[in-house]
């Protein structure tokens, strides 16, 4: 059943600004790009010309396989056939004030407010999907600057559209009816957040609006555009550098980006302006925090985030990872990952295999699953496209409110890693259609993906040669050890970061928090010692979320081997984990809902690290005589 849009507001409207860009799962996009011609106001889904440099496309969709046609009546269109339009956030805005003076004076009945309140459910829905459909298009050519404005202008919009939700809200919860509100539309928490008013005050919007354009210029800094990278190959260095500084100025961040790329200097040049963002970003924070009553914006993040553990057990969990994790990777590193990633690489495979292949093999795992990926081909609810010079790296999972749909987006590499990469994806997209994008845990969101990457490795065997098999199991669960370890790293210097004071953020402090985190990693500080390891788009544009990853690969690994011990028990815990049916559950209450257990519980990370010791080595790290083990890392 569709979840309401009332449980979908209730939910956001804390986190309205933090969460906007992690609901789409986390794609850093660029911001940056150079000039085109068009400027229409209602462009279709191509956003403009096809730069004529562009690395040609694999023409594969022909020969992608789509089931026969089935109604799954969620009221989906196929992709191609979604457009787009700016959202007019004030004609929006007006509207929401509008039902909020109608709840104020109550002269109507209930009956008739509430039915006012859902006639704006379409425009809160379309304003989210078009957000959703720029972040797509800016994302498939970073280099067009129709899509780069879209995607601003809607970023720069959410604050004030969220302000009206919210005061909405308050009014709701003051109003005579509130608990036929609450119970009959808005959801458990109405009262309790709102009876005393909302957060988004003049001053946190003015905040919030200067933290958008700090990361807006990070974002903007991060990549290289495209006409830099072409130019190199076929201009001198002297004319490309003189096109940027007559078109941006010479103090531009679009002519640093050119003077990097074309100089070799990237690294120094770009560290030293996020260095200078970062630091300001710090201290900006700390006053959002401080407005809303948060001692630490760490405080604040956990908040947002609706973490429902607490900062000393995220605390013991690092602890953890350093005495578990760390020694047998470093081993395992040394003997086995080392010696076998240096001779052997993964086979080449095209996106029309990957993409039938991933329909096959989750029609014979799971009929429901197999059912899931039947409705995004059916609809072309995807955008997979081998990875290219105007093309966002990486990939997200969106979701589009008016159509019911969720959306992956992936650059791929062309070999046979990307199964996992899709695979992880498609548990973002599975979970989003099973619980029409229901508000959840991030942890749990997380989960969501990671268990099923894990769970479908175990399934390629009858796909994939033995050779290709050992390749991406190695590589998986090496890559579960290195999540641990570097992950926990960047979770560990966040709070070393913020715990410094606002007059103590420089650059100087900053590395010898990177330098203490470090050491308690194992890292070695020949190299990990400066702040620039940390320039990540996490820990610009997404504070506090790198625990997620941590957190939630240990239960993602429990299913892995429940999986491999026990046929179907891993996949029986991966359903009960992602079908939610619209039940609001902490992280916590949905692992042992599912028959798995909490990452925070004492002995699972030494028990997680050494099955995947024995897994991979074919002996054990870790006794069951807590006394051995300790000698064993001793030496």
């Known amino acids: 059943m569709q979840k309401s849009i009332s449980a979908k507001i209730i939910s956001l409207a804390l ?7 992690l609901s789409l799962c986390l794609v850093a996009c660029n911001k940056g790009g150079d000039d085109d011609d068009d400027s229409s106001e209602n462009q279709n889904a191509e956003g403009g010309d096809e730069n004529e440099n562009s690395k040609p496309k694999e023409d594969y969709h022909s020969k992608v396989v789509v089931p026969a046609y089935k109604d799954f009546e969620r009221g989906t269109v196929d992709f191609k056939d979604v457009s787009y339009s700016r959202p007019d956030f004030e004609a929006v805005i007006a509207k929401i004030l509008s039902v909020t003076d109608v709840i104020e004076e109550n002269t109507l009945t209930f009956e008739e407010q509430i039915r006012k309140i859902t006639e704006l459910e ?3 829905n379309n304003v989210l999907t078009m957000y959703a459909f720029a972040n797509i298009y800016n994302s498939k050519d970073s280099s067009s600057k129709y899509w780069n404005d879209e995607y601003s202008y809607i970023t720069s919009g959410y604050p004030k559209f969220a302000e009206s939700i919210e005061d909405m809200f308050v009014a709701a919860a003051n109003s005579p009816h509130a608990e036929r509100f609450e119970e009959e539309y808005f959801g458990d928490e109405l009262i309790e957040k709102y009876k005393d008013g909302g957060k988004f005050t003049d001053e946190m919007i003015e905040l919030w609006a200067k933290e958008e354009a700090l990361e807006s210029a990070y974002s903007s800094l991060s990549t290289a555009t495209v006409e830099v990278t072409y130019r190199n190959v076929t201009d001198s260095v002297d004319n490309i550098l003189a096109f940027y500084r007559d078109k941006y100025g010479e103090t531009s961040t679009e002519y640093l980006k050119a003077y990097t790329v074309c100089m070799g200097e990237y690294d120094e040049k770009v560290d030293e302006k996020s260095l200078e963002i970062f630091i300001d970003l710090i201290k900006l924070r700390h006053e959002i925090a401080s407005e809303l009553g948060h001692n630490s914006y760490m405080d604040y993040g956990y908040e947002v985030l609706d973490r429902d553990y607490s900062k000393e057990q995220l605390s013991r969990f690092l602890d953890d990872v350093c005495e578990y994790v760390v020694p047998a990777y470093l081993r395992l590193k040394y003997f086995v990952l080392t010696p076998y990633f240096m001779s052997n690489e993964p086979s080449e495979i095209s996106l029309d295999v990957l ?3 991933g329909y096959t093999l989750l029609s014979e795992v799971d009929s429901e699953l197999g059912n899931i990926y039947h409705y995004m081909l059916q609809h072309g609810l995807y955008d997979i496209e081998l990875s290219e010079t105007n093309r966002n790296d ?6 589009l409110d008016t159509y019911n749909a969720p959306f992956i987006f992936m650059s791929a590499s062309g070999n046979v890693s990307d199964y996992s990469t899709l695979f992880h994806e498609f548990g973002h997209f599975a979970d989003g259609y099973i619980n029409y994008n229901s508000q959840t845990s991030i942890d749990c969101k997380e989960l969501s993906s990671q268990g099923l990457e894990y769970l479908m490795l ?5 796909t994939l040669d033995a050779k290709d098999m050992q390749y991406l199991t190695l590589r998986q669960l090496s890559n579960a050890m290195e999540t641990l370890i570097y992950q926990s790293f960047y979770a560990k210097l966040e709070e070393l970061i913020y715990e410094l004071p606002s007059d103590s953020i420089t ?8 330098v203490i985190a470090a050491e308690k990693f194992g890292l070695n500080t020949e190299y990990v010692n400066d702040i620039s390891v940390a320039f990540i788009p996490h820990i610009f544009l997404y504070p506090f979320y790198v625990q997620s990853y941590a957190v939630s690969v240990v239960p993602a690994l429990e299913l892995y081997f429940k999986e491999l ?4 028990s891993g996949l029986m815990s991966y359903r009960i984990m992602i079908e939610r049916n619209e039940v609001d559950l902490s992280f916590e209450e949905a692992l042992e809902n599912a028959f798995l257990t909490s990452p925070f519980e004492d002995g699972i990370l030494r028990t997680i690290t050494d099955k995947i ?4 080595s074919g002996q054990h790290i870790y006794s069951e005589d807590k006394n051995q083990t300790d000698n064993l890392n001793a030496a």
Request: charged share 30%.
């Open 15 to 21: 986190a309205l600004i933090l969460l906007f860009s």
């Open 122 to 124: 379409d425009d809160y």
């Open 355 to 357: 993409i039938n292949n």
């Open 394 to 399: 990486g990939a997200f999972t969106t979701y």
């Open 458 to 462: 175990l399934k390629l065997g009858d």
């Open 507 to 514: 650059e100087e402090k900053l590395n010898e928090q990177v």
């Open 565 to 568: 011990e026990n046929e179907r």
């Open 613 to 616: 010791y024995y897994h991979l």
